[in-house]
């Protein structure tokens, strides 16, 4: 059974940072791309970062959502099936409960990790 574990959330001032982590069980996590979405109060889930499988040649692809790129990071450690996001220039709107997520025949996620940016 695959399982998603995710921590690092908290209360950051705008401007700061913070890096989610998301312990991953039950699967070859190499194998599987992997996704980081969020859920801000009232708002639908929406898509954050992605990262792909480490099975292709060269660098793993990295994709972002329009409103995060250039001070989100997605990574992941596959020796320790670990993926992160290094949330940098936080900003108010960025406040959401994130999720990881993979999709192995089915989706997966994690419990979520709240993050509150707030002055």
């Known amino acids: 059974q695959v399982q998603l574990v995710e921590s690092g959330g908290g209360l950051v001032h705008p401007g700061g940072s913070l890096r989610l982590s998301c312990a991953a069980s039950?699967?070859?996590?190499?194998?599987?791309?992997m996704k980081w979405y969020r859920q801000a109060p009232g708002k639908e889930r929406e898509w954050v970062a992605g990262i792909g499988d480490v099975a292709r040649a060269g660098d793993v692809a990295r994709t972002y959502a329009d409103s995060v790129k250039c001070r989100f990071t997605i990574s992941r450690d596959n020796a320790t099936n670990t993926l992160y996001l290094q949330m940098n220039s936080l900003k108010t709107e960025d406040t959401a409960v994130y999720y990881c997520n993979t999709y192995i025949y089915k989706n997966y996620w994690g419990q979520g990790s709240q993050v509150t940016v707030s002055s």
């Open positions: 039950g699967c070859s996590f190499g194998n599987y791309a």
